[in-house]
């Protein structure tokens, strides 16, 4: 399967540093996604990052895509305590669901 | 602007009922998803219909079955319940097969699914 692997599984870091979390993966893929999820609650989409693409940006996030290590991260910046949450990377291999990663559950402390 | 509606949000069920669970997509899209997150477990892939016909199945169990209807809506039947089908379950709706390459899915807030 494609599924996506994350590192760490949890991480806790104080409120105005980074937070950064890794997914790899196993097949090709059309592109990738990071998703957040808030305890009990609904994922919400946060970037997309396409396969011919090495990073992207949007506001304190920055997402890189490494298609030859099959793998990608994201950086969430001057994290707040609001930030606290699980992320989800999920692959789109182009004619296939999303396949989603295990998660890393941030906790973001004030 | 409209996001993808599921009902109910929350439901308990005894050990061999049966349950239904509802899915109305963001207008115009096409495409639903349906996914099961186990308690602190990754969101898992059902199954997937487009322009109501199915399109991918994953875990589904035979127990479950679903359907896409013409006004696009869809809806998740699970029968024979048991304890493990307690989780929370998602769907989340597309424009097209391989979704929106800008956007992603776009997911509802889930259904919690408690068998007792």
């Known amino acids: 399967s494609q599924q996506g692997e994350e590192d760490p599984q949890a991480l806790s870091i104080q409120e105005g540093e980074n937070a950064t979390m890794n997914c790899s993966y196993k097949t090709s893929i059309n592109n990738l996604q990071w998703y957040r999820q808030n305890s009990g609650r609904g994922l919400v989409h946060l970037i997309l990052?396409?396969?011919?693409?090495r990073e992207k940006h949007s506001g304190r996030l920055r997402v890189t895509l490494d298609t030859s290590k099959k793998s990608s991260s994201l950086l969430i910046t001057a994290s707040r305590a609001a930030d606290t949450a699980s992320y989800f990377c999920?692959?789109?291999?182009?004619?296939?669901?999303?396949?989603f990663g295990k998660g890393t559950r941030l906790s973001v402390i004030a | 602007a409209a996001g993808v509606i599921q009902s109910p949000r929350h439901l308990i069920k005894e050990k061999r009922e049966t349950a239904t669970l509802k899915c109305y997509p963001i207008?115009?899209?096409?495409?639903v998803y349906w996914y099961q997150q186990g308690p602190g477990q990754d969101p898992q892939f059902l199954i997937s219909f487009y322009e109501k016909m199915q399109s991918d199945k994953g875990s589904i169990p035979d127990r479950f079955s679903a359907q896409q209807f013409s006004d696009y809506h869809s809806e998740l039947n699970m029968s024979s319940l048991e304890l493990g089908d307690s989780a929370l379950y998602f769907c989340?709706?597309?424009?097209?097969?391989?979704?929106?390459?800008?956007?992603?899915?776009?997911f509802g807030s889930g259904t919690r699914l408690t068998v007792v």
């Open positions: 989340a709706s597309s424009l097209g097969l391989v979704g929106d390459s800008n956007y992603g899915y776009t």
């Open positions: 990052i396409r396969s011919n693409e």
């Open positions: 999920a692959t789109d291999g182009g004619n296939t669901p999303l396949v």
């Open positions: 207008p115009r899209h096409d495409t």
